[in-house]
């Protein structure tokens, strides 16, 4: 295995942990749910880091999948403070 592997691999642990942390969360709080924006900017960001070797498909998807996330964040941050 190379060092390039053993990252992805690492990575794709910990992004598997972070999910598994809002499952449990959400399980836990009925009224916070993964927005389906956040969803899909997360599914970008996990397909950037698969598609590693590929620099320009690996590095668009992850910058595909943060801009989807910010996104998500301010259009959260709108609706509390319209509240």
């Not at 060092?3 to 809002?22: G, S």
């Not at 668009?60 to 996104?71: P, S, T």
């Amino acid at each position: 295995m190379t060092a390039e592997n053993i990252y992805i691999i690492l990575a794709v642990l910990v992004l598997f942990m972070i999910v598994m942390m809002l499952v449990v969360g959400s399980r836990l709080k009925k009224d916070k749910t993964l927005s389906p924006l956040a969803g899909l900017a997360f599914a970008c960001i996990v397909a950037g880091i698969f598609f590693g070797n590929r620099p320009i498909i690996g590095f668009g998807l992850l910058a595909v999948g943060v801009i989807l996330a910010v996104g998500d964040i301010i259009i959260k941050a709108g609706r509390g403070r319209a509240r």
